[in-house]
């Protein structure tokens, strides 16, 4: 029924791998005595099942019942489960894993990429331009145009200018957010709008870019700066993001992903209530595990009203479990926070929270039993970080808190050993993990030096410490947010097609197969505090399944992005299935 069937000697290859335990007779089977089982609806058979469970076990065979799982081990052994009423899918060999998680995923910004203009797949200005003045074309309407997906290399320095947005309206405000959420390129209109002028202050934790000459405003803001513009303009509604989030989900279910973070809640309106009506509605169809934006400006009193939120959400697929805190921001901007001045310009970066402010706050969410999910991307920045969780730990004690660091594209090695002691949880990004053409050269390089830029992007020096890592896609960041592109880079950390090995990013920082997978699936669940109901095909644990037509342990790792997702199990429910090809 699905996909292509497998010759034996691949079966037996899988089954008989050093990490199987299945070849040895590992079984798990719940309910009644052998003999007695109860029926299952579902069972998958004839499979390479790579449970992800504590020893990485093997198996042929998954029964389902429900939304559980009730039986993992051999087909023999599954025959117990079949019914009159049973359906089994032989699966002709293909791979079985736990359902994938994306730990770090802006879902609800999907909703721009349908309602807004889309400028991820442009290249340059030009191309820019091009796509802008189609959409303002179209939407002759709008009292204002947004839009994301512009790339910091294509204008670095101080960014892209207000001039060339001012030749497509003069009158109508303009604000494109880059591709990495941490510029905003707007036109004169919109900072006439937002009041910028030659006059006004950075605001803490921003950058009004200027031009070198004159002092006036360019057009390009930073971080905290662009909340000028972007409270002015206003954002979607929530029947707008409601269609984005259920967009989202059909992505998702396409890429085997079954359980997410989302960090936005509160830093958008309308983000949240959307969440809460669409779950009311019952039109969640995969596992969100979300973050409240708290704003640096308000301190640990904001974690009360964070409670209220957090208890009104008791929803199986949605519930609010963190509280995210933006501690920096980007090196394309030179905002992330380092410990050593960046080489192209006379700064360290820019600190969004005061550090004592910071400090109360995790406290104060870590008594209210959140975790903190941090985005920190200079060493500096993660420094700052982790004493916030070693402040918190000491004025609460020390508990399973879970704690989470967000991107560590440089982390100072004295600060990894921390992690482990604090069991904070490091989530990565593998998609990035390569010397990527036209950013690596023009923008890392400089702005870092070579040796700094050569140490970016740490994930086996974490998991040697035995620290958790869970991976992420950070879409939209990323746009293409398929779990088996970030295992594939996580393996190589080179561009697709790139042969030469000096081109292989901080080598030393590869990761197994097995360590790629664990990140997105029990590292990802462990991350997100749901490992005991999801993350590796156990019993008793909730049927999320993903079915891939090839075992990953059986092609070479640059083929791994090729494997296609054919079945893609949420609690029980198939929420996709791949066509079959005519």
Do not use: C
Not at 84 to 95: A, F, R
Not at 208 to 233: F, H, Y
Not at 352 to 373: C, E, M, N, R, S
Not at 558 to 581: F, H, P
């Amino acid at each position: 029924m699905f996909g292509k069937k497998w010759t034996s000697a691949l079966l037996v290859t899988a089954l008989m791998s050093p990490l199987s335990a299945f070849a040895q007779g590992t079984t798990q089977a719940a309910g009644p005595a052998p003999g007695q089982a109860v029926a299952a609806d579902l069972v998958l058979s004839n499979g390479a099942v790579y449970t992800v469970d504590r020893n990485r076990n093997w198996a042929q065979a998954v029964a389902i019942r429900g939304d559980q799982i009730v039986y993992v081990g051999s087909d023999e052994g599954a025959k117990k489960y079949i019914g009159k009423n049973t359906k089994v899918t032989d699966l002709k060999g293909e791979m079985v894993l736990p359902g994938f998680i994306d730990s770090h995923t802006h879902a609800s910004k999907t909703t721009g990429l349908i309602y807004s203009i889309d400028l991820f797949d442009a290249s340059s200005i030009d191309e820019y331009v091009a796509i802008i003045q189609t959409f303002a074309g179209e939407h002759p309407e709008e009292k204002s145009f947004q839009g994301r997906g512009w790339s910091n290399p294509v204008a670095p320095g101080i960014g892209p200018r207000k001039e060339v947005l001012d030749k497509i309206t003069a009158t109508t405000p303009i604000a494109l957010t880059s591709d990495d959420g941490h510029s905003l390129w707007v036109n004169s209109a919109a900072l006439h709008l937002a009041g910028i002028t030659k006059d006004t202050k950075n605001p803490e934790g921003g950058i009004i870019e200027r031009d070198p000459k004159t002092g006036e405003p360019s057009g390009t803001l930073r971080e905290k700066a662009m909340d000028l513009v972007l409270k002015k303009i206003g954002g979607y509604t929530m029947q707008q993001y409601k269609s984005g989030i259920e967009e989202y989900q059909h992505k998702a279910a396409e890429r085997g992903v079954t359980t997410v973070r989302d960090p936005d809640m509160m830093r958008y309106p309308n983000v949240l209530e959307a969440y809460e009506e669409l779950a009311k509605e019952n039109k969640l169809t995969i596992r969100f595990r979300n973050a409240i934006t708290a704003n640096p400006d308000n301190g640990p009193e904001q974690i009360a009203e964070f409670v209220k939120i957090r208890e009104r959400n008791h929803n199986p697929l949605f519930q609010v479990n963190a509280v995210k805190i933006f501690m920096d921001g980007v090196i394309e901007g030179a905002t992330a926070y380092l410990e050593k001045p960046y080489e192209h310009k006379h700064t360290n970066g820019e600190l969004i929270w005061k550090p004592d402010v910071y400090k109360k706050t995790a406290a104060a969410a870590d008594k209210a039993g959140f975790q903190l999910h941090v985005h920190s991307i200079g060493d500096a920045s993660t420094r700052i970080a982790l004493d916030g969780m070693e402040y918190a730990e000491e004025q609460n004690g020390k508990h399973d808190a879970r704690h989470s660091l967000v991107h560590l594209q440089l982390v100072n090695k004295e600060d990894i050993t921390r992690f482990k002691k604090l069991g904070a949880v490091g989530i990565v990004q593998p998609f990035w993990f390569m010397q990527e053409e036209g950013y690596y050269d023009e923008i890392e390089v400089p702005y870092l030096g070579k040796e700094r830029a050569e140490t970016e992007y740490p994930m086996k020096s974490f998991l040697n410490q035995g620290v958790h890592v869970a991976s992420s896609s950070d879409y939209i960041v990323t746009p293409e947010f398929n779990p088996l592109h970030g295992i594939q880079q996580g393996i190589t950390r080179i561009e697709e097609g790139e042969t030469d090995p000096a081109k292989i990013a901080n080598p030393e920082e590869r990761a197994t197969l097995a360590d790629m997978i664990a990140s997105f699936t029990i590292d990802g669940a462990y991350a997100n505090h749901v490992d005991e109901i999801t993350g590796s095909i156990e019993v008793g644990k909730k049927a999320d399944i993903v079915v891939l037509d090839k075992n990953l342990f059986t092609i070479p790792a640059t083929q791994i992005k090729d494997a296609q997702v054919v079945l893609t199990m949420v609690e029980g429910k198939e929420v996709y299935l791949q066509k079959e090809a005519k």
